[in-house]
């Protein structure tokens, strides 16, 4: 009985929220969310998040330092980093990927699924923690929602903020911001179905999950799989990669710090020398690299 009772809350506080009409949308992420999701609140949890993120993100901005250190957070909100290459195969991906157990991939104990259909649906939206910041970065619309319902979800909900991209569009931004030094993060959420649903393009002075990480400590992103090299012969020292690096993980010598890097790749595209690489490092993980999925 008391299940039934919070289900029938729900759906008035959802109707309560839409006006008096619940979207197509809302009822497709109803469907696809199942009757478990519905009673434990996951549903309703997801749907705030979705709809209201940048106020969500804006209020989790401030409760950070109170979390130092916890590692229980990314068991259920974090993200794999991406080299440009293996965010480009996602967006050119011509086939169906079906669920699949990501242990070796995602080393968190949920949100280990990919769902992605033929053809890939992808909606750029406003990056939710650029505009949680108090100086925020631009190009704002940079975050691609990938995947049905959710694509749906915020084209309804936030049609002002959100714009359905082309898969030659989505490649183009990617180029863009990853000139400007933004790492390319594939986001899993236990709320939003267990499954990546996500590619952020996370820059160091607004990202979220970037500052949980390098300030607070707390593990919210999962190495690429990657790590950089640097060629002594080649570096001149110029200092730009410890600049650009977004993990603080090059020293005042030029060096790579291995247990901080990520194998981003940001300090590859911006070293003028030519002086660095990203090699495969086993220690790391396993690349998301959907066409060997």
């Known amino acids: 009985m008391i299940y039934i009772i919070i289900g029938i809350i ?4 959802i109707f309560w929220a ?18 478990k999701n519905i009673l434990n609140l996951n549903f309703f949890y997801m749907y705030i998040y979705a709809r209201w993120t940048d106020k969500y993100l804006a209020i989790a901005r401030r409760l950070l330092p109170k979390n130092k250190g916890n590692t229980r957070i990314s068991d ?8 440009p290459q293996l965010a480009k ?14 242990e ?10 990919i769902v992605l259909a033929n053809p890939i649906d992808i909606v750029v939206i406003e990056c939710p923690c650029r505009a949680s910041s108090p100086q925020p970065c631009q190009p704002s619309m940079v975050c691609m929602v990938i995947g049905k319902p959710f694509t749906d979800f915020m084209l309804e ?11 030659e569009e989505a490649l183009e931004l990617l180029e863009t911001v990853h ?23 996370c820059c160091k002075c607004c990202c979220l999950g970037l500052e949980a990480m390098v300030k607070h400590g707390i593990p919210m992103m999962a190495s690429s799989g990657f790590i950089g090299k640097i060629d002594e012969k080649s570096c001149v020292h110029c200092g730009i990669c410890q600049k650009k690096c977004p993990f603080e993980a090059i020293n005042d010598s030029c060096e790579i ?7 981003c790749g940001v300090c590859v595209s911006f070293c003028e020398k030519s002086a660095i690489t990203l090699e495969r490092d086993e220690a790391k993980g396993i690349p998301l690299d959907v066409r060997n999925l």
């Open 10 to 13: 729900i759906i008035l506080l």
């Open 157 to 167: 909900h936030n049609p002002k903020k959100s714009k359905r991209l082309t898969q």
């Open 76 to 83: 259920k909100y974090h993200a794999k980093v991406l080299t």
């Open 257 to 263: 710090i291995p247990e901080k890097c990520m194998g």
């Open 104 to 113: 070796k991939i995602i080393p968190y104990p949920t949100a280990r699924k």
């Open 18 to 35: 839409e006006r008096g009409f619940i979207k197509s949308s809302t009822m497709e992420l109803l469907r696809e969310s199942g009757l």
């Open 89 to 102: 195969k996602i967006i050119k991906i011509n086939k169906a990927i079906p669920l699949r157990d990501l």
């Open 179 to 201: 000139s400007k030094g933004c790492v390319h993060s594939a986001f899993f959420k236990e709320s939003c179905l267990d499954r990546f649903y996500v590619i952020c393009n």
